[in-house]
């Protein structure tokens, strides 16, 4: 069992940088971690996803302007926000995906409740 509690969220001012904290209870060292931001009327999106090795992806959006780090001994995961633009905001959520994959079977996925960012122009 995994539970994942964000913090950092806010409001800023267009151009400004927030970073995003994700605790978990549980833990994550061999899972893969992700953050995804949703907006109104809009699924879910990949923003940023990091494996177990530290090997990171980015949604194009975000490409050059955020980056997602973890520490695997205060089982916490980051995303650091720069250059922050209004289609940013959103509400940003953790997730720890495929806890206890093995070979035969997929796992399981934990979301956390969510932080809101939100960017002003």
């Known amino acids: 069992q995994v539970e994942l509690v964000e913090s950092g969220g806010g409001l800023v001012q267009a151009g400004g940088s927030l970073r995003l904290s994700c605790a978990a209870s549980?833990?994550?060292?061999?899972?893969?971690m992700a953050w995804y931001r949703q907006t109104p009327g809009q699924q879910r999106g990949l923003v940023a996803h990091?494996?177990?090795?530290?090997?990171?992806k980015y949604a194009d959006s975000v490409k050059g302007r955020f980056t997602i780090s973890r520490d695997n001994a205060k089982s916490t995961v980051y995303l650091q926000m720069t250059m922050l633009k209004p289609e940013d905001t959103g509400v940003y959520y953790c997730?720890?995906?495929?806890?206890?994959?093995?070979?035969?079977?997929?796992?399981?996925?934990?979301w956390g409740k969510g932080t809101l960012v939100t960017v002003s122009s």
């Open positions: 997730a720890a995906l495929r806890v206890g994959a093995t070979i035969e079977s997929y796992g399981r996925d934990y």
């Open positions: 549980g833990r994550i060292t061999s899972a893969d």
């Open positions: 990091i494996d177990s090795r530290g090997n990171t």
